[in-house]
């Protein structure tokens, strides 16, 4: 049997909303603080792919193993992988999986188990496409798959799933583990690349940013802030932001990161300000890096198409690609709106500044796809 998905096909995705939706229509989920991966299996070869589609079977063995033992020969599933530790979850410690070592990668799978928790169906056992089902269809084949063949498996099991509020509102205060609160309409279809008709409750407001440069501090040749960047619909790189928060210990660490990729193109959009009456030549100075490292930071306001305050450094996203960094994630919609579309929070009139005192390239060759894969 072929797979009727090809192994590159995209998951769903979800609008980022500021309040829990309410209905009939909807359906909850917790939202797990982990990698989102799609399992395709396909006779005795077993494939994970990330949400920026990279193979993940490699940092994750113990994962892949387990569904290569399923009684199933043929389905394609979507869920997400975490590393339970203490009472809670641990992404820490799936950051430390992406390792270049396979030997590092089966230790740490060994002494940090991670686990596989399914939420949705794409194609069954049969080799059914169930992506144009509805939800409610698709829940109730997931469900019967699982009591099939998940029953008493300690690597892969079934997320639950309601469509009562109070347990959504449980969720969203942190029980069990869980980062927020997803919810799915139950007649959507399983729409591929898609923000319609899945969203997502955070408990706080985080974004994810390519780091298109830094400074340095002003004392000291270590790393004073990280200079973020989004994607624009053109595919340029917006400096939207800073982030500084980084204890004097990290430091140095942190500076040995980000100086490797010096020299790149930095930020092909909107880039950092010059100097004003309050900075000195020193802090104006930033250095470009080549688009490659990707972060989460929290953040209290966005307007302006910027970070109004300085933000929270809150770890690495080595599994996310940098052009899936872009504004649509900031279109905060409402409860009501949640699946429908809003505008972008990016300025409606878009100014260009120069680099006042960057080492940055004197020319591009032109605006960067925002698919363009790097």
Known sequence: MTLPLREDYAPMEARLTNELPVGDDWQYEPKWDGFRCLAFRDGDRVH????????LERYFPEVAEALGKIGAKHFVIDGEIVIPQGEGLSFDALLLRIHPAASRVQRLSRETPARYLVFDMLVDERGTDLTGRPLVERRQRLETFAARYLRHKAT??????????????????????????????????YMTGD?????????????????????????????????????????LLDHVGFSSSFAAADRPRLTAIVEKLAGGEGFTGRAPGGPSRWSTARSAEWVPLEPKLVVEVQYDH??????????????????KKPSQCTFEQLSIVSAGAAAGRTASPRPATRKRTSTPTATRPAKRSGPRSATHRR
């Open 48 to 55: 994970l792919r990330s949400k920026s589609g990279q193979p």
């Open 195 to 235: 923000r319609t008709g899945m969203v997502k409750v955070k408990r706080i407001r985080t974004a994810d940013c390519v780091v298109g440069g830094f400074r340095y501090a002003t004392r000291g040749k270590v790393i004073g802030s990280l200079l973020l960047g989004l994607y624009d619909d053109e595919g």
């Open 302 to 319: 966005f307007s302006g198409g910027r970070f109004r305050h300085g933000t929270r450094f809150l770890r690495w996203r080595p599994e």
């Open 156 to 189: 892969v099991r079934l997320s639950p799933a309601t469509t009562r509020e109070s347990d959504a509102r449980d969720w969203l205060a942190g029980r069990e583990g869980t980062d927020g609160v997803v919810a799915k309409r139950l007649g959507a279809a």
